[in-house]
């Protein structure tokens, strides 16, 4: 179980990014929202990574707030930035974490490459890490983290800049782990949502607008998704709006149909986008409205 | 935007070398760019890019040629795009538009309409280090809009927007690619399958500077048709002489991807997705 209860948290005086903020999770999850939501804030507040954090954090049933070291041996953290030893080949750094995990010597070595084989990193192994592109770094970041046979792994922004391949095996990989371990993802892409499959946490404005699984997600969409011919497009009520790859038609989002509106099945990023639309009550989401040429 | 079937350039065997071993950049690309929104996929490093930047004429190829009209315009938005730190977005499209060979008052015009368009009328004033990374996207679109492009290509565009921020990017392109003297023909490097699903016509596949796949999305998803499954069990029997094969976790069982000639009959069928589509691409032996 990982819980943030009654958590205000600021990186500078004052000013909180989080005020009151409660959150219980017993099971893996993944976290989205539109930038700035505070999904990277709430893991590095985990860690300890936020200058002060007020409120009750837990990892099981320790309470941890302060306890950094404490909360450090239960958790690992992949961190959104690819920060790597540069001087060090992948499998140096991989067998010296190991190590640190208190393997021996053959052990370490065993089971570095066998976590680079999982995220199919073998032949990367005796490459300097300055020398691994952007989407080998993330995966050898990733297998760090994986070594650790912690309580959760907290990953955020788990596939920034991976190739659809790349992608494809870091959620695999994530889903598999979380058979055996808590994972808790921040991501900006539905795909990673969808194919994770655990259960969804939707932030807004720094408070949660939607908890649960995707399929009730996608559901929430169900009845506000038409396909609408640019002739019945009605500029005067139009909501949300979408283009589509045919050229005479919008899918629109909207309460109730219209006659001459082609109910669609939703997607997940509909269902995304609609509780968007449905939680949309401040200026900013203008933006969402703006009307079609 | 018009949707003509006649190529607005062709791309002909363009091969790129770079460097003391001259390493190919892009091998063998050729394909040809139709009007509308064609999507250029492939795994990182593939040349993605460096073809970008050969059409935009960064980059001049060792071999082969590009084929087009010429009074053809063709704008380029970076993955990064960079501002000048003193000049506002308002003096840089106009000086931009002054440069293109528009007279002050159509120069003046297109400004103001690229400023509005692509929502920068708040910062319009506002000296280019102090725009924030949308701004400076969408900035760069507005630099293509008010060259009049007719072809524009994109690298990687959304690549750190969250899902709202994409669905206003498509919204600008949108409304721009309906203005009468909009762009004909986008490029768009992507990593992102679901947007080319969404709201590409058509794809372009490369791989290590080889172009794999040419033509519409629906296409490229058929050509994974007969090797798609799915599968309650991970796969745990022996490989029957398949040169592919994928299994990846979903909530309710496994996805798997194969083209072994006798698959398990507990295997069942499966709607290919495009990624099905793109991963038998790059694997080139799709039948």
Known sequence: ?293 | MSHDQRPLLEVRRLRVARGRAQEPVLADASFKLYPGYTALIGPSAAGKTTLLRLLARVYRPTHGHVVMAENLTIGYVPEFPGVYHRLSPRRLLMRTALWSGLGVPEATLRTHRALDQMRLNDAADTPGRRLDEGQRRRLALALAFVQGADVVLLDEPTATLDPRQRLAFWQDMYTWSKQADGPKAYLIATHHLAEVDGYCQRVLVIDRGRTRFEGSVAHLKSRAQSHTYWSQESLSSPNEGAWLEYAWSLADGYAILSDRPHPPSEWKPRTPSLWDGYVMALRGRAR
């Open chain 1, 1 to 293: 179980m990982l819980e943030w209860d009654q958590c205000t948290i600021e990186y500078q005086p004052n000013r909180p990014v989080f005020e009151n903020f409660s959150l219980r999770l017993d099971d893996s999850a993944c976290l989205i929202g539109p930038a700035g939501c505070g999904k990277s804030t709430l893991l590095a507040a985990m860690m300890g990574f936020v200058p002060r954090v007020d409120g009750r954090l837990r990892v099981g049933n320790r309470q941890i707030n302060g306890l950094w070291d404490l909360a450090r041996q239960h958790l690992s953290y992949l961190g959104p930035t690819n920060v790597l030893p540069l001087h060090l080949t992948l499998g140096e750094y991989l067998t010296e974490l190991a190590r640190l995990d208190g393997l021996p010597w053959l052990s370490a070595i065993r089971t570095a490459a066998s976590m680079a084989e999982r995220l199919q990193l073998t032949e990367a192994l005796g490459r300097p890490n300055r020398q691994l592109s952007f989407g080998m770094k993330r995966r050898a970041l990733l297998a760090g983290c994986l070594l650790k046979p912690s309580e959760w792994l907290l990953v955020d922004h788990a596939t920034l800049g991976l190739d659809p391949e790349e992608r494809r095996t870091v959620i695999d990989l994530l889903h598999r782990e979380a058979s055996h371990r808590g994972v808790l993802m921040t991501t900006i892409h539905l795909d990673d949502v969808h194919d994770f499959g655990k259960h969804v946490v939707i932030l807004r404005g720094s408070q949660v607008i939607f908890g649960g699984s995707t399929a009730v997600l996608q559901e929430r969409a169900r009845g506000h998704v038409f396909r609408v011919p640019l002739s019945l497009v009605d500029q005067e009520r139009l909501g949300g709006w979408q283009p589509l790859p045919e050229v005479d038609a919008l899918k629109v989002f909207r309460q109730d149909a219209q006659p001459g509106y082609q109910e669609l099945l939703p997607s997940l990023d509909d269902g995304y986008l609609w509780t968007l639309f449905a939680s949309s009550e401040d200026a900013d989401d203008d933006e969402e409205r703006r009307h079609v040429p």
